[in-house]
């Protein structure tokens, strides 16, 4: 099946750290190393929105600008798995985490697949 399996997430303080990991599997992801990753997350209330990005052949990376300069996006395609390493995190970071296949469209980048993983739970204390 196919299946994208984010972990990673806690509760942590405000000014801390965490690594987010998304592994993907099943037949789709047979060529991951083609594909644009993307993190997205949603808040309590609030639309699912684009957190990061990175491109297949690892030479570009994009960011929201609520994260740029305090997150880290990476991928080892090998292990057919992408990163976001969250640093300096703030409350308003608290959401819930996934990853996708990205594209570009509206001016942002927009999730390819319709099916999500369960995501991982941030939360940040203040």
């Known amino acids: 099946q196919v299946q994208l399996v984010e972990s990673g997430g806690g509760l942590v303080q405000a000014g801390g750290s965490l690594r987010l990991s998304c592994a993907a599997s099943?037949?789709?992801?047979?060529?991951?190393?083609?594909?644009?990753m993307g993190w997205f997350r949603q808040a309590p209330g609030k639309e699912r929105e684009f957190v990061a990005g990175i491109n297949w052949l690892r030479t570009s990376t994009y960011y929201s600008d609520s994260v740029k300069g305090r997150c880290t996006i990476s991928r080892d395609n090998a292990k057919k798995t992408v990163y976001l390493q969250m640093n300096s995190v703030k409350p308003e970071d608290t959401a819930v985490y996934y990853c996708?296949?990205?594209?570009?469209?509206?001016?942002?980048?927009?999730?390819?697949?319709?099916?999500w993983g369960q995501g991982t739970q941030v939360t940040v204390s203040s």
């Open positions: 996708n296949v990205i594209k570009r469209g509206g001016g942002s980048w927009e999730p390819v697949f319709d099916f």
């Open positions: 099943g037949r789709t992801f047979s060529t991951f190393s083609s594909y644009d």
